[in-house]
């Protein structure tokens, strides 16, 4: 059976959203950027400090409890209006109100580490045994409190700030434990967007495909959409010998698993980006019996919602059409987790100048989208959102040390890098940014 998809709902939310609309395309005075960039250089030794104690003591999803109180610590003392905990369990939310009013735009920061032993010998090692911020979100939070740092400064000393900043520090990116909630999702759910009237939001993620110095963007997906199926098929044990006294799942799952490959290959527009991946097999425990059931897990990626509602109907069609030419039954469940992550094309386009003055246009890419996935998809469906990749290899090392890998580390002077991009793009968001006219 195809479970709902609760995920969908938020996509008609998005129809009614807000009317966003920006002023004439207009670039940052040289002034302000020279501003960011010494501010930013000034911050940058203590923040290759944090981000090394964030490295170090890495929490697990939903369970960022250190993570959080020094999080809120760091908010605190930068003085920001409003510091609350225990946002969606662990996050925390900063507000940084500016001198006069205008648009409320968010940096999204998430914080947790992955179940990943640390196979690096750095002086800044993981000492959590087992858990290692192998996803760079130690990378992400730098930059969300170095970008607070700066603006806060900036409204300290007067300069023009119309409108509020949010940090938004969120738990649970890399979902949370079985049987919990957590992540973007119950953000939204307990109304952190609405109750701050949240317009746009930034996020960005480390890259460790792309040199320090450098980002690269979208216009549109970025990310796509991820969920979990499984399917159970039941068969008839019998003995090995006999298979003619019996109904074989495991030979009716392999014909499963070949041809849920022909949903991309014959059903699909070959030009529409998806994956479906199995992961999970499991059937048998003695080499001269037929077991009576098996079980598949798996991993679905679209880069379109339309196309995402379609698969598993594909999927099931599929899934009963073989196991009732061989009389087997099947239970089909489908899990719609994390929608297609969407830069906003007119949001990107607006705020692009900005990060190609500051960068140099040659350092900021336009990129492929990903079949990856984020939980900053949620966001991106209630509100405008921009998501980047901010590069985190060395420049002078060809070597790519993947995200989730016990060799993952970030080249510390993306930090830098990420507090420009991210203080810019506020400031030119909050500088452009017309007055919304309605709310939903
Ligand atoms: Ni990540």
Redesign the pocket.
Known sequence: MVRSFGAMAFLLGMSLGIAWSVGPTSLPDEATLQAVVSKAQALETRLVETRRHLHMYPELSNREFETSKFIAERLRALGLDEVRTGVAKTGVVGVLRGSRPGPVVAVRA?MDALPVEEAIDVPYKSRNPGVKHA???DVHMTVALGTAEVLAQWKREGRPLPGTVVFLFQPA??GPPPGEEGGASLVIREGVLDQLRIQAIFGL?AAPFLPVGTVAYTEGPILASADRFEVIVHGKQTHGAYPHQGIDPIYVGSQIVVNLQSILSRQLDPREPAVVSVGVFQAGNRFNIIPGDARLEGTVRTLREETRRRIPVLMEQIIRGITEAYGATYEFRYEAMTPVTVNDASLVRTLLPALQKLLGADRVIRAEAQMGA?DFGFYAQKIPGFYFWLGVRAPDDPTVRM?HTPEFDADERSIGVGVRAMTTLVLHYLQTAARPTSRR
Do not use: K
């Open positions: 998430d996803c760079g979100h990116e890399e993620h984020e995200l």
